[in-house]
């Protein structure tokens, strides 16, 4: 990785699939695409189970004689595609030995070994991450994640009713509890911070629930939970999403996601910019940007935001229209389409 980073590795071509152009004549063959998923993963969940429901439905609006499944099992059935996510199947064929896509986001480590056992390769986290993919592999396309439609409609609303500026004092962070250094490294300006205004902190994570103090700001420790997350996280008036540590897996090749995820909640928020997709989100957002990488640009750009309530709603309006126009399940749904119709002609 240091090598990709320094530039010494080869840097192959990495695809994005349109989600504009019209579909080649050959995409309207009839298709048996499965999708599986081993272990239902929050990973599999952004990638797969919430995208299948609006494939299917742009499939419908396309009229494609495809057929979409989705299990933890392998195929018994003659399938024309199997898109893998993080797994290897076994070497031996397949029933219709289908064409073999990986559909990954991390773990690289894994799968490098691995990768020249499929017809393509699915990187949906990083574009950084697709790069150093296609420097061992030839067929290499990213299609970066999207937001769940409901969470989108229910930031919409929430804006409506209730602007950032006008809610309670609540700081949100939220991530895996291993993934909370990368908070802790704050906590002295957070205190800071507290101590000229009335700030609460909610930490949204795997982690038992429970309060505890950080100097003058109360904690709230809340354990995630898939279905109450909306409307904990959108309580918030502002969020944090720095990342675990300056690593490269950790930096380089990390997604926007959980800032983007606020944000489709109508919740501004600033995120890592040593992370150069996080960097690419919040540079279409008004100015300063919301992303930082140094104590120092983390207190501006949080006194900045907090203190000025217009350019806070401001923010949090532009960041949820960016979300709807540019990272919807829609727009995701027809780039897999296109990509499924391109991977499908490599079957030999």
């Known amino acids: ?17 349109s989600d504009k152009d019209d579909l080649h004549e050959d995409a309207r063959k009839k298709l048996k695409i499965h999708f599986w998923v081993p272990a239902e993963t929050p990973g599999a969940r952004i990638a797969v189970f919430n995208m299948l429901g609006s494939l299917r ?3 419908g609006c396309e009229e494609l004689p495809w057929e979409i499944t989705c299990s933890p099992n392998l195929p018994k059935q003659a399938t024309d595609v199997l898109v ?11 029933p219709g030995q289908p064409v073999r896509v990986l559909l990954f986001c ?13 017809a393509g390769v699915v990187v949906h986290s990083s574009l950084p991450l697709a790069r150093l993919v296609a420097s061992r592999h030839t067929r290499v396309w990213f299609i970066e994640e999207c937001e769940h439609p409901a969470e989108i409609a229910a930031g919409q609303e929430r804006l409506a009713q209730s602007p950032p500026s006008g809610r309670p004092p609540v700081l949100a962070w939220h991530g895996h509890r291993h993934t909370l250094e990368g908070l802790l490294a704050l906590r002295p ?11 609460r902190l909610r930490l949204i994570s795997n982690h038992p629930a429970g309060n505890e103090q950080w100097g003058t700001p109360p904690v709230e420790r809340v354990a995630y939970d898939d279905e109450a997350f909306a409307a904990l996280a959108g309580e918030a008036r502002l969020g944090l999403t720095p990342t675990r540590n300056h690593r490269m897996k950790h930096c380089l090749f990390k997604p926007s996601s959980r800032l983007r995820r606020l944000y489709a909640l109508g919740v501004p928020a600033i995120g890592e910019s040593r992370c150069p997709m996080v960097r690419e989100f919040a540079g279409e957002l008004p100015t300063p940007h919301p992303c930082a990488n140094s104590p120092a640009e983390w207190a501006r750009l949080l006194h900045h935001y907090w203190d000025h309530p217009e350019a806070l709603d401001a923010l949090a309006r532009a960041g949820h229209e960016h979300v709807l126009k540019n990272y919807a399940m829609s727009r995701y749904a027809r780039q897999w389409i296109q990509f499924l119709a391109q991977i499908f002609s490599f079957k030999t």
């Open 1 to 17: 990785m240091l090598r990709f980073r320094l530039g010494w590795a080869r840097e192959g071509r990495v695809q994005t699939p």
């Open 57 to 59: 439905e742009e499939v």
């Open 84 to 94: 893998s996510y993080k797994a290897v199947p076994p070497a031996e064929p397949l």
């Open 106 to 118: 991390d773990q690289l480590e894994c799968l490098w070994g691995e990768l020249k056992q499929f």
């Open 189 to 199: 300006l957070l205190e800071n911070f507290a101590r000229e205004r009335e700030v």
